[in-house]
């Protein structure tokens, strides 16, 4: 029942999305707004899209800015995974959790890919990002055969892919 204006509230919602990382009156309000929407969606209404907003469908654009995407994959190596492969008891542990870690960071390694992100052009920047999501599918396998030290050595790996692409296209 949403689909005639899926497009124009995606482009909404997307705009009142990116805007919130300010903090001002203005963003506020426009929250506020699709807060709105969304209720009035929710009851079947149909909602008012603004002229200088246009649909666009087929569009391939970003699902996400990089920079919470690279934060979600540091606290995954950082937080969790780095702990989890040091040894066989944190492993055993954090089984279910050390893959859970492991699927997102190998899908978020392929969102990063899409052509929409800046160095997505570069094939040094696709490699490693193909590098990361390798060693997270990786990771996954040694989790699923209980093998701590293919998850160590996974899990090193993926912090070497992100190193390597952050020495390159971050400056260090």
Known sequence: RWKNQAAGARQLFARAGFNAKSDN??????????LEDLTALLRGESILVPSNIEPQPNQNEQVSNRPPLMWRLERAHDDRLA??????????????????????VAALAQIIQHPSYTDADSESYIEYAKALQKAALDLRRAVEQKDVAAAGTAAGDMKKACDNCHLDYRGG
């Open 83 to 104: 702990v989890w492969t040091a040894n066989a008891g944190q492993f055993n542990k954090n089984l279910a959790g050390a893959r859970h870690e492991a699927e997102t």
């Open 25 to 34: 009156e203005n963003v506020f309000k426009e929250a506020k707004l699709r």
